[in-house]
């Protein structure tokens, strides 16, 4: 994660007043997936305001002391139109009603929903950076992400099992960018096989007589994790950031890295 800080404060750096100022104008992000494209493809200038969720270290997918040079906002109907920007870009899970309150103010706005798969992120990221006038920068972002997948996608072995957990208890199923991740790296999802689509739970049952060759869990320690190594003694655990599950686009190079390690140690 070193890298990715160093790249952005040379981005960020040098700016000749803080990104937002000034009245009106701009893009203005209430989603933090698109926060971490639209930090890499603009100038900071011209980014108004980002999602309060961006600035919260549980949930963004950017580093905080990048994060916090912008402004954060909870993604109200009133303060992003008392921001007056040139684009709205939100998720497509935005309340009807703040839908309806942007097209009252005569605003932009794309909504984008939850790519699952890398193909549909990659379009997404197209769809973002050519929204905002910025074609090369998501191209750029696209041509990241095939390297990665190249170098990092397995064509040969076994393919061993792995659970991957994303909060608590709260597992990664099939028809999610991050079974297609685990797939690519060689792995077979566990929860997918239980029968588990997208995202939920599964029953301690269904974990100790079908047991997973690894655990994937964004966290160190908690009752998630404790009640996991009761449960499955002799299996390996290994952790996946949580910095790495929240989104997408960008973030899927590192993503694949990471889970292809783990595949490799076992």
Request: hydrophobic share 45%.
């Given at each position: 994660?070193?890298?990715?800080?160093?790249?952005?404060?040379?981005?960020?750096?040098?700016?000749?007043?803080?990104?937002g100022?000034?009245?009106?104008g701009g893009i203005v992000s209430t989603n933090p997936c698109v926060d971490s494209v639209l930090v890499r493809i603009l100038p900071p200038s011209r980014i108004a305001a980002i999602s309060h969720y961006s600035q919260d270290p549980s949930a963004t997918s950017i580093p905080i002391a990048v994060a916090r040079?912008?402004?954060?906002?909870a993604g109200t109907a009133e303060e992003v139109i008392a921001l007056h920007p040139d684009l709205v870009i939100a998720s497509t899970y935005t309340p009807p009603a703040t839908q309806a309150a942007y097209?009252?103010?005569?605003l932009k706005t794309l909504l984008v929903g939850i790519p699952d798969s890398i193909a549909e992120s990659q379009a997404q990221v197209t769809q973002i950076a050519e929204a905002v006038g910025a074609p090369m920068g998501g191209a750029r972002i696209n041509a990241q992400i095939d390297r990665a997948v190249a170098r990092w996608s397995s064509k040969n072995g076994p393919s061993p099992s792995a659970l991957l957990?994303?909060?608590g208890d709260l597992a990664t199923g099939g028809n999610t960018l991050l079974n297609d991740m685990m797939t690519r790296v060689g792995f077979r999802n566990a929860a997918a096989s239980y029968g588990l689509?997208?995202?939920?739970t599964l029953s301690a049952e269904t974990i100790v007589t079908q047991p997973p060759a690894v655990v994937i869990a964004s966290?160190?320690?908690g009752r998630g994790t404790a009640l996991r190594h009761r449960l499955l003694p002799r299996t390996p655990q290994a952790v996946f950031p949580r910095v790495l599950i929240n989104c997408g686009g960008p973030t899927i190079p590192l993503a694949l890295e990471r889970l292809a390690t783990i595949r490799a140690g076992l």
């Open positions: 994660m070193r890298r990715g800080a160093i790249l952005f404060a040379l981005l960020l750096g040098g700016c000749a007043q803080p990104p100022a000034g009245v009106g040079r912008f402004r954060g906002i097209a009252r103010a005569d957990y994303i909060s689509t997208h995202t939920g966290e160190r320690a």
